[in-house]
Structures are given as structure tokens and as C-alpha cells.
T-cell receptor
Framework: EAGVAQSPRYKIIEKRQSVAFWCNPISGHATLYWYQQILGQGPKLLIQFQNNGVVDDSQLPKDRFSAERLKGVDSTLKIQPAKLEDSAVYLCASSLAPQSYEQYFGPGTRLTVT | DQQVKQNSPSLSVQEGRISILNCDYT??????FLWYKKYPAEGPTFLISISSIKDKNEDGRFTVFLNKSAKHLSLHIVPSQPGDSAVYFCAASVEGAQKLVFGQGTRLTINP
């Protein structure tokens, strides 16, 4: 079974530029999550999708972050414009919710904003 | 507001001995708890979980203990192996929410 795929793996941009991350979840997983993990901290949920609907985006900085999940499969997370404090690893995860609490994570995208 | 806390940033254990990783939580609505393991440049991988209706769950070398009155859980690894060296995250969820709240992580190093 293929795992969660993410791209790119690494990205370096200057502040005020825009960036987009892509995620392909495990086939059949209805729920998709985007997390932000700042160095030395645990992952923090940004947004949760159930199929192509948003379940929770309470911690998404909506003035600069946006996410979509077209057709309930792939998802993109965008930051525009980026700030220095957005430097982090962005993790995508999927789960067979609501049957399971277990989430399966992709390798993440390491973003550096200079 | 850190609802899930792992107060030890790092832990070093001799190979073959027991590793004990600790986690505390503040939200009494949490009813499901998970441990994830993370290697460098990889995403976290699920290790073991426990429901609030239990106080212990075992899977091979890994055992998780839950003390609801103290709002504390721990992960025991016996015997510890070099491949166990990784960052371990504790996570908690409220029933029906599927949303996980993670602790800061503990870096475990197993010394040969």
C-alpha cells in the first residue's frame, strides 16, 4: 500500500513570496490533515478535511494560508505572502476516519523563509 | 495553552534496558491517546494507542500506561534497541473529533 505522498520535500523562499505544497493521501482515506511543525515543537493542526469539506480550520492563519482538496483526494496548501515565522516542516496526514484515530503521515515539506 | 506536555526534551538509555517516556495532559475531555515515533527527514509513524477505558495496552516491546486521575501516560520500551533511537510524540484526541493534539516530543537515544 502506497503511503502519503508530499512534494516538494524542501523549499527555500524569501519573505513575502508565495509557496504551495501538494499532498496525495492514502487511497480510500476520507480524512486529510495539514500540520505545521516548528523546530522543537510537536505538529500543530492547521486544517482538517473530510472528503472535500473543511471540518476544522480554527488554527489556520487565513490571512495568508489557504488550502483546498479538490474531488476529495489530493490537497494543496498555499502560503501567500510568507513570513519568516512560517519556516517549519509542513506535514500532510490521512486517516480512515471516522473509524480510526490513527493518522498516517507523509515525509513532510521543509520550508525555509529567508 | 499546551494541552499535552512532554517535559523531558531528551532521554538517553543503555541498550537492553527499559526506556520510559512520559506525557501529561490537561484536558479531561481527551479520551484516546497515541504515541508516534519520528526518524529524521520522515513523517511520524504510529506506534501504539490506548483508550481511556483501559489503563494499559501492550504490543510486543511497547507498553502504554494511562493514569486518568493524574492525567498522565507513559510509554515503556523493553528491551531498548538502537533502532528505537528517534523522537517520540504523545498525542491525544477527544472522542469523535479525530483531531490530534501533540506534545513537544522527547528525543530518545539508545546507547550501545
Amino acid at each position: 500500500e502506497a503511503g502519503v505522498a508530499q512534494s516538494p520535500r524542501y523549499k527555500i523562499i524569501e519573505k513575502r513570496q508565495s509557496v504551495a505544497f501538494w499532498c496525495n493521501p492514502i487511497s480510500g482515506h476520507a480524512t486529510l490533515y495539514w500540520y505545521q511543525q516548528i523546530l522543537g515543537q510537536g505538529p500543530k493542526l492547521l486544517i482538517q478535511f473530510q472528503n472535500n469539506g473543511v471540518v476544522d480550520d480554527s488554527q489556520l492563519p487565513k490571512d495568508r494560508f489557504s488550502a483546498e482538496r479538490l474531488k476529495g483526494v489530493d490537497s494543496t496548501l498555499k502560503i501567500q505572502p510568507a513570513k519568516l515565522e512560517d519556516s517549519a516542516v509542513y506535514l500532510c496526514a490521512s486517516s480512515l476516519a471516522p473509524q480510526s484515530y490513527e493518522q498516517y503521515f507523509g515525509p513532510g515539506t521543509r520550508l525555509t523563509v529567508t | 495553552d499546551q494541552q499535552v506536555k512532554q517535559n523531558s526534551p531528551s532521554l538517553s538509555v543503555q541498550e537492553g534496558r527499559i526506556s520510559i517516556l512520559n506525557c501529561d495532559y490537561t484536558n479531561s475531555m481527551f479520551d484516546y491517546f497515541l504515541w508516534y515515533k519520528k526518524y529524521p527527514a520522515e513523517g511520524p509513524t504510529f506506534l501504539i494507542s490506548i483508550s481511556s477505558i483501559k489503563d494499559k495496552n501492550e504490543d510486543g516491546r511497547f507498553t502504554v500506561f494511562l493514569n486518568k486521575s493524574a492525567k498522565h501516560l507513559s510509554l515503556h520500551i523493553v528491551p531498548s534497541q538502537p533502532g528505537d533511537s528517534a523522537v517520540y510524540f504523545c498525542a491525544a484526541s477527544v472522542e469523535g473529533a479525530q483531531k490530534l493534539v501533540f506534545g513537544q516530543g522527547t528525543r530518545l537515544t539508545i546507547n550501545p
